[in-house]
Each structure stands twice: as C-alpha cells, then as structure tokens.
C-alpha cells in the first residue's frame, strides 16, 4: 500500500523557517520525481520545488528560488523541503507527491506536463504577516 506522508506544517511569522518532511512507503525512491506542490485559499494548485531521486536534479518555481531547498533521503525514502525568508505569500496547503521519472525532466513534471502516481495528504503553512 503506497503512502506519502507530509508533516511539518505549522503556523510563523514572516521571515521565518521551516522544513517539511515527506515520508514514503510501499515503493522506494529508485528513479522517481518527488515534488513539492501547495494550494492557496481561492488559488490553483501549483507545483513548488521537485528533486530527481536518481540524479539529484531539481526544479524550483521562480518565487521560491534561493528561499526554499529541497533534498532526498533515499536510504530514508524520505523527502524534505526547507524554507526560509517564508512570506504571506507561501500560505498554503503544502502536498508532496511523486511520480516514476522515466526520463522525463524535472521540471516538466513540477510544472504538471505529467500526472503525478502518488499524492500524500497536505500539511498546512500558514505565515502571518
């Protein structure tokens, strides 16, 4: 039985960090993308960071780049997204997910040119200003 498992959400101030973990199980991060994606009040879901297990590449959407890092703990099977500099803004419901990559690029999958195979439960990020 497949399972993303997100945890970390919370409730900070602007400027403020967190990081977020994505646990998985019943599959194992060989060659997979594993992505970050959140959801505002009112909003689109939008793909936010994404990480190639096999090779480490990444893909950051534009408004997050150099405040959010994201990394993969394959012995873990386990993915983390660390934010920094958090603003209003990034308030949202915070998914992980991921998808076999089968040569596909990273960022093409993050930014939804591909379904994603596995969805976890979101975690809540709420930055007040």
């Known amino acids: 039985d497949v399972q993303l498992q997100a945890s970390g959400g919370g409730f900070l101030q602007t400027g403020g960090s967190l990081r977020l973990s994505c646990a998985a199980s019943g599959f194992t991060f060989d060659d997979y993308v594993i992505g970050w994606f959140r959801q505002a009040p009112g909003k689109e879901r939008e793909g936010v960071t994404c990480?190639?297990?096999?090779?480490?590449?990444?893909y950051y959407e534009d408004s997050v780049k150099g405040r959010f890092t994201i990394s993969s703990d394959n012995a873990k099977n386990t993915a983390y997204l660390r934010m920094h500099s958090l603003k209003p803004e990034d308030t949202a419901v915070y998914y992980c997910?991921?998808?076999?990559?089968?040569?596909?690029?990273?960022?093409?999958?993050?930014?939804?040119?591909?379904?994603?195979?596995?969805w976890g439960k979101g975690t809540l990020v709420t930055v007040s200003s």
């Open positions: 997910a991921a998808r076999g990559r089968g040569g596909r690029a990273v960022g093409a999958v993050c930014r939804g040119y591909y379904g994603m195979d596995y």
């Open positions: 990480i190639s297990s096999g090779d480490g590449s990444t």
